[in-house]
């Protein structure tokens, strides 16, 4: 296959090295640093004690690398709805594309589901062009189970985990689902094919979304939060919340908050992404993890006053420290109010 990745950091290495080393034609669309290296030296990853590496074709111009017969999208959410455009000559009619990233993505309710009908979500494609440059028959959904880092650019460590859920939108077992799926195992990976990746996506943000944006502003990692009864009881109340919305969005979650969160605590004294991210100076996915949820509970006129002062705590925390761009936080402010009102 030939394989386009954009965003060249951990996840993504951590994908492309794999499949290069399967002899897929892999493309990188990156920047700066990372790019330079993966000229120069190519793709490292360590992982399992090892370190490979893998040639791979990069540039910082899509139309560079042309048409792929897939497109993985590894990038942060803020970064997309401006990066979607610059994607388009990556992208053939039979393309599939794949965003890998964390919350609700912009095409989750773009084909309805429950009680809500097809509708753009604002708070991550603000303008549309997300939706307007990748189509949304050519979507194949997906959720991550891993963690990994840079080393340095173009030096990827894996962490843990090696499982990949990939699904259709629409539920569908396809041909077109199983030959990627295929591909990824032979490259390594533990995937499933789900007839079901809109629940499996909110059922990862449940488990997320409370731990990532307390853990950036307190700076404490996830023990610390579960071992505070108060912060613990906050973290339940906004899980309450978020199935009381998957519930009328055909994503109900039936498992108790306090036994996800016992998972959860099973893990350790373990630093989230986001909370790396500000560690790191990265702009936060506020809008992928909490302002989207808010939205679609505003179109179902569901109350979430937990869900509603965590997300504008950490907006104004971010916005404080630099980390939410003013031109996103006044596209939120104004979204949020319009929810409101």
Not at 103 to 115: A, C, D, N, S, Y
Not at 200 to 223: E, F
Not at 310 to 325: E, K
Request: hydrophobic share 45%.
């Amino acid at each position: 296959m030939r394989i386009g990745i954009v965003g060249a950091g951990a996840i993504g290495g951590w994908l492309g090295v794999r499949l290069a080393r399967r002899r897929h034609e892999v493309s990188v669309l990156a920047r700066g640093q990372t790019l330079d290296a993966l000229k120069e030296r190519g793709w490292r990853l360590d992982i399992d004690g090892e370190t490979l590496s893998a040639r791979v074709t990069a540039s910082d111009d899509a139309a560079d690398l042309g048409m792929q017969d897939v497109v993985l999208i590894t990038v942060k959410g803020p970064a997309l709805p401006a990066l979607a455009p610059l994607i388009v000559p990556m992208i053939g009619p039979t393309t599939l594309v794949v965003p890998m990233m964390n919350g609700v993505p912009w095409w989750f309710h773009q084909g309805g589901g429950g009680e809500l009908p097809p509708t753009q979500l604002r708070s991550v494609d603000p303008d549309g062009a997300i939706a307007a440059a990748l189509p949304y028959g050519q979507i194949i959904g997906n959720v991550v189970h891993a963690a990994a880092g840079v080393q340095a650019p173009g030096h990827v460590v894996h962490k843990a985990g090696n499982r990949l859920i990939f699904g259709e939108p629409s539920g569908r077992l396809t041909t077109r689902l199983d030959q990627l799926c295929t591909a990824f195992e032979d490259a390594g990976f533990v995937t499933e094919r789900s007839e079901r990746i809109r629940y499996d996506i909110w059922y990862k943000l449940w488990g997320n979304m409370t731990m990532n944006p307390i853990s950036a502003m307190t700076g404490a990692t996830c023990d610390k939060i579960l071992d505070d009864p108060l912060v613990a009881g906050l973290v339940l109340q906004v899980m309450a919340e978020a199935q009381m919305i998957g519930a009328r969005i055909g994503c109900a979650i039936t498992e108790r908050g306090v036994d996800r969160n016992a998972v959860t605590r099973q893990l350790g004294a373990f630093k989230t992404s986001m909370l790396q991210d500000v560690e790191a100076g990265r702009p936060l996915e506020i809008d992928q993890l909490l302002s989207a949820p808010r939205e679609i509970a505003g179109k179902l006129g569901i109350e979430t006053p937990m869900l509603d002062a965590l997300t504008a705590l950490t907006r104004l925390f971010a916005q404080q420290n630099g980390l939410y761009p003013e031109q996103t936080a006044s596209r939120a402010s104004r979204h949020l109010f319009a929810v409101e009102a």
